[in-house]
């Protein structure tokens, strides 16, 4: 009996493989990815690079993501096959095979499939290892080599990982079979044709759900909140896709059957009749299909979108080699009980013996005094961001700096009045002749048209807002004079910034002294920040964070995608033998080959098209909330974002359009193969 279900296990792997090699392939590329990610962040030579256990601590989190996404989508591709192969279970229980014996049978054929699976899989991810590699330390930006790496950690734990998926899928079918009798099975691979109830209720849910998650990611404006509210409307994204998708759809196609100019052309009746008399079971299709197209869209632009902005981040946080950068608030500045101008003297003197005693270059050095606002708006007049509990990001920032700093950044003379100031201001008019900062009014002597800040001083976390105006006056010493009248400025903050060409980059413990020898001064104690940026290294640091989130980006795009393949690929398959006999039908009463091709070129394109539609118009609600994400993260030029999310959006449309050719033609095959 056992040589029997065992030779029947193989015979009906051969005789399903149209719908086996599809599935084993998305396994080997999921278990394949997992071997990569899993040997990568065992390899030595990874944890002696700079940063390499925060580098390992990465691709392990990648690893995890990787293995729930493919048990996602190796149990999503057993239940189609088993429901595909329904009819036949249910015909062997018929002809006398006891359920433990077709469970047992199905056992090997998952036993077969989940081997081959995982040889395969591991054998690809060996083979791929060392370009993985190269390609790891090239998105970090660390020298190139071709090494590989074998672990037999790495093999096992990919083995007990996909060994525990491929048992939880004979554990789902073997249920499935004992639980179920023969006339079930047999009735099982039709089952999701019945008529959908309350349409007008679902179609609205699915709106309302879509509406509210498209507010919150137009409205956000503040990257921490939107951080915090982006899983929320992911969440409200996907349930409003699946009702828009499961009642929206049978509403539109019953429009279009009430519009007869449309409805009562042969090619057009075939395909709404047939769209709405399946619509329940294409609704989760579909629905998966535009989720997968979605976050392979976000996926792509954002690891696109960091990799390709970090030097302009990285311009902008770390203006200099190196630079140490005092600030105090307005209260440490009452509670040291001197002016501003007195420590600064304080801070220079300091410095200057830092400078001396760890032989730091004059050439190339900065000295500059700045003042930074944020602000309650982004247009004048402007007001000063009042103090709050929680995180509240400005909606701008000023900054201001006095005549002499402003010779040294460009090079030009000034001679301002106390009244007089320059102004650099994006979102203001060019033609404004005066500004009003907190009841004080200033005349604008010249409108500045580009940010001198950038590039000469680091901005740090204010670099989180967009909007960055910059303000020169004539002395910073009667600025302060001036802030003294004001009732709200506690959030004002004083700052000290020194910049050196320093040789020293290249020791590791370097910024470490410095940051040591500071703290030593009483002078700095209890400030709000002493910030020491070495640019070298804090570039290793940052293209090692960056690096590990676009190399797991990429692999899960790539997984995204693969996994959509297959979920088209399978609706089309299943959706092409139930329209086998529909079609043969409509032969009988007269249908030519030419209107069979029209009819299915018109239902699958209807339908196909229908979920990157939608993806791309989530996409584009969801942009703004994308993008303050990546803010965070350091993606701070809009318009490079903006072009990469396009192009990226035409490349996906350009690649589902090729699926949409390669699964058409496997449905027309199938369809007119009778």
Known sequence: M??????LALTNLKKNKEIYIPYMISGVLACAFYYIFTTLSMNPEIEALYGGKTIGETLRLGGRIIALA????????????????MVEMGLYSVLGLEKRHIGRMVAIENLLVGCTVMVTGLVTGMLLDKLSYAVLLRVMRFPVTLNSFFSVRAVGKTGIVFGLIFLAVIFVNCWKIMRYNPLALMKEKRSGEKEVRFLWLGTL????????????????????????????????????TFFIFRSGSIMLFRLLQKNKSYYYKPQNFISVSNLIFRIRKNAAGMASICLLCSMALVSLIGGISLYKGGREYLNAVAAKPYVVDISRGEKEVEA???????????????????????????????????????????????????PTQGIEIPKAYLTVIDQSAYKVMTGKSENLKETEVLLYDPSGSSKEKQVTLEGQTYQIKEQLDTDIISGNISRGMSNLVNNQKVMVVSDLKKFEEVQETLKEKENISWHHFYSWETKNKQEKDFRAKVEAELQTYPELQGISSVSITDRHYDELEYYQLIGGIVFIGGFLALLFLSAMVLVIYYKQYAEAHEDCERFAILQKVGLDGKD???????????????????????????????????????????????????GTSVVMVAFYGAVYLMTAKVYKNIVTRR
């Open 70 to 85: 493919a048990g996602v989508i190796v149990l999503y591709a057993n239940s189609f096959t088993m429901k595909r192969r």
């Open 205 to 240: 849910l699915g709106v309302l759900m879509l509406g509210a998650a498209y507010t919150i990611a137009v409205r956000v404006e503040n990257p921490v909140k939107a951080l915090t509210l982006f899983f929320g409307a992911v969440l409200l994204a996907s349930g409003g």
């Open 596 to 646: 069979i091709n029209k009819t299915i070129a018109r239902q699958v394109l209807t339908v196909f098209f229908m979920p990157i539609t939608l993806a791309i118009i989530h996409m584009i609600f969801a942009y703004n909330i994308v993008q303050q994400i990546l803010q965070l993260l350091g993606v701070i030029n809009k318009r490079l974002m903006l072009g990469v999310s396009v």
């Open 336 to 386: 040291s009980q001197k002016t501003v101008q007195e420590l600064w003297e304080t801070e220079d003197r300091i410095l200057a013996g830092i400078e001396e005693k760890y032989g730091l270059s004059q050439k190339g050095a900065r000295n500059y005094r700045y003042v930074l606002l944020p602000l309650q708006e982004e247009k004048a007049p402007y007001k000063i961001n009042q």
């Open 2 to 7: 056992q040589k029997l279900i065992t030779r």
